[in-house]
């Protein structure tokens, strides 16, 4: 089992936990090597564990939620590739999971095989966003260069958009932001869209991340 690859299960649900350790346990070359009620949880017994290549986390946690987990992951141990398993499939949510770290978004109603697959994109390409982000994007994400043409090409208000788009206000809080008609900022992100090449809020958010336009949290 040595070259298993390591995954530790980060959820509140035990029942749910339960059922997630015998899935994951049962596709080939994956184990479960540690399970957690929470981040605190979690804090505790990640030092007595083997270090898991994954993190299979969940964000509506007590004590210590997914996202202030993945913050202190992210800084404790930066090589854990970290995946959020979630019942909520809202940009809000998706976004916050994205900027504290998560490398992919899985909802809990997903099919095995999309769990599966998201395993093996983490760790070949180091990511996993389905269809939250365009082909495109994707290849960006997996080149190992933080250039991207298309940043060179943004005009100052366009960066202004998409640093506020990266934060949890609304279009129209955006447009008043921006002392900006609400079509006006409906403009920009439709032409950003095209331009950056991404299909939603989030893909844009990945961009920015990457393009290194905003910090990670």
Not at 44 to 52: A, C, D, F, T, Y
Not at 70 to 87: G, N, T
Not at 105 to 115: F, N, Q, S
Not at 198 to 210: C, E, I, N, Q, T
């Amino acid at each position: 089992m040595h070259n298993s690859i390591k995954v530790c299960l980060v959820d509140d649900h035990k029942l749910l936990r339960k059922g997630m350790v015998e899935l994951i346990d049962g596709f080939h070359t994956y184990t479960v090597v540690g399970e957690a009620d929470n981040g605190m949880d979690l804090q505790s017994k990640i030092q007595v564990i083997e270090e898991p290549d994954i993190l299979l986390l969940d964000i509506n946690m007590p004590e210590m939620d997914g996202y202030e987990t993945a913050l202190w992951v992210r800084v404790k141990y930066p090589q854990v590739r970290i995946l959020a398993l979630s019942m909520y499939d809202d940009e809000k949510s998706i976004i916050k999971m994205i900027k504290a770290g998560a490398r992919g978004y899985v909802l809990k109603d997903a099919e095995p095989t999309e769990l599966k697959k998201a395993f093996e994109d983490i760790i070949e390409k180091g990511f996993y966003y389905s269809d939250l982000v365009s082909h495109t994007l994707v290849k960006n994400l997996e080149s190992p260069s933080n250039e991207n043409p298309a940043s060179s090409n943004l005009n100052d208000r366009e960066i202004e958009f998409i640093k506020l788009a990266c934060t949890e206000l609304t279009y129209k809080e955006i447009a008043d932001k921006m002392c900006l008609a609400p079509r006006t900022i409906d403009g920009y992100r439709a032409s950003l869209f095209e331009k950056l090449q991404v299909r939603s809020r989030v893909g844009l958010v990945m961009y920015a991340v990457k393009s290194k336009i905003v910090k990670p949290e």
